[in-house]
């Protein structure tokens, strides 16, 4: 821990996207086990990745963002304002994608969808980046809400989100006949954007902090347009919903114990 302390907030930022890039890598390896998954099994999967990313989206960076403009002359502005353009650029990215809606956890995908899919997933992994890179270039802003800790459950919880969310990107591909390792390339590969968004949140952070309260929201904002739009849906779109509801449950409950062990 105090390794980490001592890096620099863009080597933070590098090393923690690089281990949610790893959680990627791991639940792509289902793909050499099971060519799909039992639906009540990924719907709570799912569920807990929604969850996870609530809590963290929260904790993580909705309050930093509420607290660290308790001081403009409209406090209520600049977390507001942020999360409003979070959610309108996932959605002006599903305008121009045209996945979100299509794809529905169960049904085949063709050839052309699996691509289509695994674009939508790697363009909306990059505001996961991003979102760690702030929280961590949020750190050499000296703002008393701006945590080593809050940066690191946000860590985990993207993480853990990355889990089921590999599973999810590499199944349909060895549904429709890809050998497993491509599959596999292709399911890793979908987070592999998320290091680089990292390393720019950070520096973005560090070379212009009066955007901070705006960045935290707006990257909050991101990634609850995700959690609404596609997981809530996904967990919930089978006859068994209360797989999903449970598991939502345990990944929020999960991320608050987490909240208060590292806070």
Known sequence: MNGLIQLSPVWQALLATLLTWAATIIGSTIVFFLKTIQKHILQ???GFAAGVMIAASFWSLLIPSIQ???TAAMSWFPPAFGFFLGGAFLYVVDKIIGTFGEKRMGHRLNKKKSLLFF???TLHNAPEGLAIGIAFGALASGMPYASLAAAISLTLGVAIQNLPEGAAVTIPFRKEGYPR????????????????????????ILKIQAILPYALAFAAGAMMYVVIEELIPDAKIERHTHYGTIGAMVGFLLMMVLDGLLG
Request: hydrophobic share 65%.
């Open 44 to 46: 709570t999967m799912i």
């Open 68 to 70: 660290m403009a308790e």
């Open 119 to 121: 674009l939508a997933v």
């Open 181 to 204: 390792w491509k599959a596999f390339i292709y399911g890793q590969s979908s987070a592999l954007v998320e290091p680089f968004a990292g390393v720019i949140g950070a520096l973005l």
